[in-house]
């Protein structure tokens, strides 16, 4: 019986250990190793680390998926430079995930196209590269989905789903208006999680809207009432990435900004604007 080689065997093991891209690379490491490129040390180091890198990627591709982020953004991909009101440094500090930590609200405000979307999603992408459980939904899904556990009797157990997640993504809020049985259940949702986990919340209207966002003014007050507190609120005024190759064709009252404007020209000369106290990134 042909006794298998030494080569042969370590090959076995790397099949047995179901580790393939090591498999795959080991030829042209011993290789190496015979030109004295590497030592012994660095061959198994390097063989090693070919294999976690694989793993590392299937981990991450496999929790994207289950946290719903399918359409992948990142930090390195927005341009700052196109929405100069941004402070990027804020950013970055918050792509350094302590609020996750300390279970704060951050919330991305302005008009539509100015990239709130895009930079919830790449922390999200952030968090799930740095092994936080993500989940990202809009509102009007999450709305959707928990009305249907209510229905079905499974409401207490989809609350417990949710919140177990580190970071809770909600997108476009105020973009529909939501009854006021979905304004209960997501009043529950957030009660349930307030200073539990943290929440990314991205909106094109100000707070003074939530009241007719969520169809009720009592539900709204508490909402914000939690969704405040430990919050981190970063306004972006700016126009529409989207649109910037056709910002000729838009009238100046749709431009991003003009929102923010118009409310601040609706204030009372001489009455300050009523400050909420909220941590800064």
Same mark, same amino acid.
Do not use: C
């Given at each position: 019986?042909?006794?298998?080689?030494?080569?042969?065997?370590?090959? $076995?093991?790397?099949?047995? %250990?179901?580790?393939?891209?090591? %498999?795959?690379?080991?030829?042209?490491?011993?290789?190496?190793?015979?030109? !004295?490129?590497? *030592? =012994?040390?660095?061959?198994?180091?390097?063989?090693?680390?070919?294999?976690?890198?694989?793993?590392? =990627?299937?981990? #991450?591709?496999? $929790?994207?998926?289950? *946290?719903?982020?399918?359409?992948?953004?990142?930090?390195?991909?927005?341009?700052?430079?196109?929405?100069?009101? @941004?402070?990027?440094?804020?950013? @970055?500090?918050?792509?350094?995930?302590?609020?996750?930590?300390?279970?704060?609200?951050?919330?991305?405000?302005?008009?539509?196209?100015?990239?709130?979307?895009?930079?919830?999603?790449?922390?999200?992408?952030?968090?799930?590269?740095?092994?936080?459980? &993500?989940?990202?939904?809009?509102?009007?899904?999450?709305?959707?989905?928990? =009305?249907?556990?209510?229905?079905?009797?499974?409401?207490?157990?989809?609350?417990?789903?949710?919140?177990?997640?580190?970071?809770?993504?909600?997108?476009? &809020? /105020?973009?529909?208006?939501?009854?006021?049985?979905?304004?209960?259940?997501?009043?529950?949702?957030?009660?349930?999680?307030?200073?539990?986990?943290?929440?990314? @919340?991205?909106?094109?209207? /100000?707070?003074?809207?939530?009241?007719?966002?969520?169809?009720?003014?009592?539900?709204?007050?508490?909402?914000? !009432?939690?969704?405040?507190?430990?919050? &981190? &609120?970063?306004? #972006?005024?700016?126009?529409?990435?989207?649109?910037?190759?056709?910002?000729?064709?838009?009238?100046?009252?749709?431009?991003? /900004?003009?929102?923010?404007?118009?409310?601040?020209?609706?204030?009372?000369?001489?009455?300050?604007?009523?400050?909420?106290?909220?941590?800064?990134?």
């Amino acid at each position: 019986m042909n006794m298998l080689s030494t080569l042969d065997r370590v090959k $076995q093991h790397l099949v047995d %250990l179901k580790m393939p891209s090591a %498999l795959e690379v080991l030829d042209d490491i011993l290789g190496r190793v015979e030109r !004295d490129e590497l *030592s =012994t040390l660095e061959a198994l180091d390097t063989l090693l680390a070919e294999e976690s890198t694989l793993r590392e =990627t299937r981990r #991450i591709r496999a $929790q994207l998926m289950t *946290s719903r982020l399918t359409n992948i953004k990142t930090l390195e991909a927005f341009d700052f430079s196109f929405q100069p009101s @941004l402070d990027r440094n804020r950013i @970055l500090t918050l792509a350094e995930l302590s609020f996750i930590e300390r279970h704060q609200t951050v919330h991305l405000l302005g008009p539509p196209g100015v990239g709130k979307s895009h930079l919830a999603v790449a922390l999200g992408v952030t968090a799930v590269k740095a092994r936080k459980s &993500v989940y990202f939904t809009t509102l009007a899904e999450l709305v959707t989905t928990l =009305t249907q556990a209510e229905r079905a009797g499974t409401l207490t157990n989809r609350l417990r789903y949710i919140n177990r997640v580190a970071l809770l993504i909600v997108d476009e &809020v /105020g973009y529909l208006p939501i009854e006021k049985g979905g304004a209960n259940l997501l009043f529950q949702l957030v009660n349930a999680r307030y200073e539990k986990g943290a929440t990314i @919340l991205t909106s094109n209207r /100000g707070f003074k809207d939530w009241g007719e966002i969520f169809g009720d003014n009592v539900v709204a007050a508490a909402l914000l !009432d939690r969704l405040l507190h430990h919050a &981190v &609120v970063v306004e #972006i005024a700016g126009n529409s990435y989207r649109l910037r190759e056709h910002a000729d064709l838009i009238p100046e009252s749709l431009k991003g /900004g003009a929102a923010l404007e118009e409310e601040k020209t609706r204030r009372k000369p001489g009455r300050p604007r009523k400050k909420m106290s909220v941590a800064t990134a």
